[in-house]
């Protein structure tokens, strides 16, 4: 096997982010990737993971798996559009082909369904749940609409509400676009008024075009097919100050009580870990969607009929890891790297970020470029050395929270 997909996608735990309602949801988020999938199941009845695709998922999804740790990921469309009995029928599958391995449950929804049932039910079984949230009213509701095109903040932290009153764990997932890149701190402070620890800030890119033959309007990074920026999508620039305004905020005051994935992914990068998260990681594959119907894709983002590898009812999900085209899509991400980001000097932490965005030119005109570098090369040369303060802190077995003292002017 070439060198260059040498790559072993296994030598890390597994990811599948399994769809058990595929696309359909009940919000019609303007800026959504995921939605219009249904168009590639347009022959199909109904959306909806069978219990016989269940248990054999279920079981070669531990199977595959290289550590005893088993991390069962579910997402949408809207997840809670299945009903619980669903999910316990998921549990019921995992005791049974765990053997006792330690399993956990992460579930994203946008938190406009749920209920008190819902809740006693993820606190019961120690579920995380993500919630899908845009930030303060203003923010979130600029995109974030019903199918009647009516806001949904106010039923978000309703559900926020009973999460909280049933102590369930959740941390929250944020699209940041052309709107609330512009309100950084309002976005952050707001997040952490309503007790959200962990927080991911999801930059959207996206391009579009009604050209492609099986009728989907985002394009791939690599599509041939010409496209524009969709009108959402967020500037550069915008985007890396987005991140430092809420960077010089959490150095001074917030380090060791709210987490934000992106800080933690450099420092895990600065001392040589895991970022925790594959678009910092030098190279991916081992992150997969799974459709409702056994459908398996090289990523969430990458769920085009060319990137599919196969159904899990006809291969395992450790067949299709291991298979050539998913071996090759991790090792791409180094392996196409333009030749100014292999020379960049924040290249250590950003490793050209996700491929999807990798939608722009570099100054000497070659494709491959991330479409937000100049954001990220800022946040990153900003942060440095509040990172390396940290680094060192590690290193001498003291705690990285005493960068605020360092980030005060105290030394």
């Known amino acids: 096997m070439s060198k260059t997909i040498a790559f072993n996608p296994l030598a890390l735990p597994s990811y599948v982010m399994a769809k058990p309602i595929g696309s359909l949801c009940n919000l019609d988020c303007k800026y959504c990737y995921y939605l219009e999938k249904e168009k590639l199941y347009q022959n199909r009845k109904k959306m909806e993971m069978s219990d016989g695709l269940l248990e054999i998922f279920t079981k070669s999804y531990i199977e595959a798996q290289p550590v005893k740790e088993v991390l069962f990921t579910w997402h949408g469309g809207e997840t809670t559009l299945r009903d619980i009995s669903f999910y316990r029928k998921a549990l019921q599958l995992q005791k049974k082909y765990g053997r006792g391995r330690q399993i956990d449950n992460v579930l994203q929804t946008n938190g406009t369904l749920l209920s008190d049932e819902w809740c006693r039910f993820f606190k019961d079984n120690n579920f995380l749940i993500g919630i899908s949230i845009d930030g303060p009213e203003h923010c979130h509701d600029v995109y974030r609409t019903n199918k009647g095109g009516r806001p949904t903040f106010k039923q978000v932290m309703r559900g926020i509400e009973l999460l909280q009153k049933h102590q369930v764990e959740f941390n929250t997932l944020s699209v940041i676009n052309d709107y609330n890149s512009q309100f950084p701190l309002d976005v952050y402070r707001f997040f952490k008024e309503i007790g959200s620890q962990f927080m991911q800030f999801a930059p959207v890119v996206e391009r579009v075009s009604d050209e492609r033959a099986d009728g989907l309007t985002l394009l791939p990074p690599n599509d041939k097919v010409d496209g524009k920026l969709a009108s959402w999508s967020v500037d550069p620039k915008k985007f890396g100050q987005f991140y430092i305004k809420i960077f010089d905020e959490w150095v001074r005051n ?105 939608i722009a030119k570099t100054a000497d005109g070659e494709l491959g470029l991330n479409y937000l570098c100049a954001g990220f090369k800022a946040f990153f040369k900003h942060a440095l050395p509040y990172m390396e303060f940290m680094a060192n802190e590690l290193h001498n077995k003291r705690p990285p929270a005493n960068v605020m003292y360092y980030a005060k002017g105290i030394r």
Do not use: W
């Open 254 to 358: 917030d380090v060791g009580v709210y987490f934000v994935q992106m800080f933690d992914a450099m420092l895990a990068n600065m001392v040589g870990a895991q970022p925790g998260v594959c678009i910092f990681a030098e190279k991916c594959g081992h992150a997969v969607a799974m459709e409702f119907n056994g459908d398996v894709y090289a990523c969430d983002h990458f769920v085009f009929p060319e990137y599919k590898l196969g159904n899990v009812r006809n291969q395992t999900i450790f067949e299709m890891m291991f298979l050539e085209k998913q071996l090759r899509f991790g090792s791409d991400k180094k392996d196409k790297l333009p030749r100014q980001c292999q020379e960049c000097e924040v290249l250590k932490f950003c490793h050209g970020e996700c491929p999807k965005n990798r």
